[in-house]
């Protein structure tokens, strides 16, 4: 068959092909337990891990409002896994020693993950939080500029863990109009390519305005709450959960990026079964399990697109007769949104 030379028509809207957390999308299957299930005993007690040091874990109780810290027990450790054993966010189960300390007996099967490559390995996976049941990602409208590459990349890893995603847009009250924006304001310029695929919620922690939309999305379910520092994510935390004050970063004046205020993960609770995890400034993540192949199905934009290129193992970036090519000349497609696959798609870093 002699490949097309020129273009084809905008091919149909299809069915969704590939899976994803784009609205009305269906979770990825949860991945295999890592242990074999167990019953719990008379006397464990149900809780979840809001914190970890080293072989230290904190375990906030399911049902009394208490918080112990925990050691695991000597026989779940000897099984040989790549990923943490414990890590924040895991729902376990202890038996309670006295004087605030505690045993995990139990790790229940975790469901999900966010998570990265462990520094200097290949294939061993660092769980950055367990469970969760959707991220938001945090930036601002300006101070620090905006890096939408990197919230690109965030939104990939969201979609290849099954894991809804708000994109949140903080510091409105430094919003401005944007430079050929037709009268729009400059957040809804950069970020307006989300709107049709994503959550978006326009915020200011600082006049406290979109805050209870936010409540409302955060309400009954774990969080996990990322953006590059100095976007205002402790401050959102803060108020959120005043009781605990988290210090606040400062914006450097030579780079305009965020001072990171945030070393570990930590889960707190804000509301009735309603959990935000305070995960760590991340400048960039790796695509960590995304092989370059399947990186298109994670872009909720492509997916009516895909299987209808001309070349079944078309990358979307050259070849004659791709679907997706066509519909980013139609303007189906963004293309600052087409640029960040590409440039993942080429394997280049963008660290921000």
């Known amino acids: 068959m002699t490949p097309p030379s020129e273009r084809r028509p905008l091919p149909p809207v299809v069915d969704d092909p590939a899976p994803g957390n784009g609205r009305g999308r269906k979770p990825a299957a949860p991945p295999e337990a890592a242990q074999p299930p167990v019953a719990p005993r008379p006397g464990w007690l149900p809780g979840v891990v809001v914190r970890a040091y080293g072989k230290f874990f904190e375990v906030e109780l399911r049902d009394e409002p208490r918080v112990l810290l925990a050691t695991v027990k000597g026989s779940l450790k000897r099984e040989r896994r790549r990923t943490d054993l414990v890590a924040v966010g895991d729902r376990v189960w202890v038996s309670d020693l006295g004087a605030g300390e505690a045993q995990i007996e139990l790790i229940e099967p975790r469901q999900r993950a966010l998570s990265r490559l462990a520094r200097h390995t290949s294939d061993i996976e660092q769980v950055i939080l367990a469970n969760p049941d959707q991220a938001l990602f945090l930036f601002s409208v300006r101070e620090p500029e905006p890096h939408r590459r990197m919230l690109d ?12 995603a708000i994109v949140g847009v903080n510091k409105m009250d430094l919003d401005v109009a944007a430079p050929e924006g037709h009268g ?21 922690v600082a006049t406290g305005a979109g805050l209870e939309r936010l409540r409302e999305d955060l309400a009954g379910k774990v969080t996990a709450i990322a953006g590059p520092s100095g976007v205002g994510k402790s401050s959102l935390l803060n108020a959120l959960h005043p009781e605990v004050h988290r210090p606040v970063g400062a914006i450097s004046e030579a780079t305009g990026k965020g001072r990171h205020t945030t070393t570990a993960t930590q889960l707190y609770r804000v ?3 309603t959990f935000v995890a305070d995960t760590p400034g991340i400048r960039a993540l790796a ?4 092989p370059p192949e399947t990186l298109d199905r994670y872009f909720p934009e492509f997916r009516a697109y895909l299987g209808q290129c001309f070349y079944p193992d078309c990358t ?17 497609i963004p293309p600052a949104r087409y640029e960040s696959y590409a440039a993942m798609r080429r394997g280049e870093e963008d660290r921000g």
């Open 153 to 164: 990349r965030f939104l990939v890893l969201a979609e290849a863990a099954g894991l809804p």
């Open 271 to 273: 509301g009735p079964e």
């Open 316 to 332: 979307h970036l050259h070849e004659p007769g791709c679907a997706v090519l066509d519909a980013l000349d139609a303007g189906a």
């Open 184 to 204: 729009r304001g400059l957040a809804e310029t950069i970020f307006g390519d989300y709107l049709p695929i994503y959550d978006v919620r326009f915020m200011s």
């Open 287 to 290: 695509l960590h399990g995304v």
